[in-house]
């Protein structure tokens, strides 16, 4: 059961790389008006996984580790660069 947790909570703290992915697809490759709102939608769903596996590890007293510093670190890095460039 521990391998279980565990595999999810790799897959939850490593998912904001595909959101960001997906979002930066749709702001340089798309570039339409609706790329654009759809590129946001995509980097603020990035947000939710990260922040269902904090509360798990808060709710279970354990750190988040160096996953959640890398999955709460890119998003906020590519948050500053998407706002900087279509804010």
Do not use: K, Q
């Not at 059961?1 to 909570?9: D, G, I, S």
């Not at 959101?19 to 590129?39: C, E, H, K, M, Q």
Request: aromatic share 14%.
């Amino acid at each position: 059961m521990a391998l279980t947790r565990e595999t999810v909570m790799r897959n939850l703290w490593a998912s904001p790389a595909l959101f960001v992915t997906a979002s930066l697809t749709a702001f340089v490759v798309v570039r339409s008006d609706a790329a654009i709102r759809a590129g946001w939608l995509f980097y603020f769903a990035g947000w939710v996984p990260p922040l269902i596996a904090l509360a798990a590890c808060a709710g279970r007293g354990e750190r988040p580790g160096v996953g959640g510093v890398f999955a709460l670190a890119v998003l906020a890095l590519f948050g500053i660069l998407f706002w900087l460039n279509h804010g």
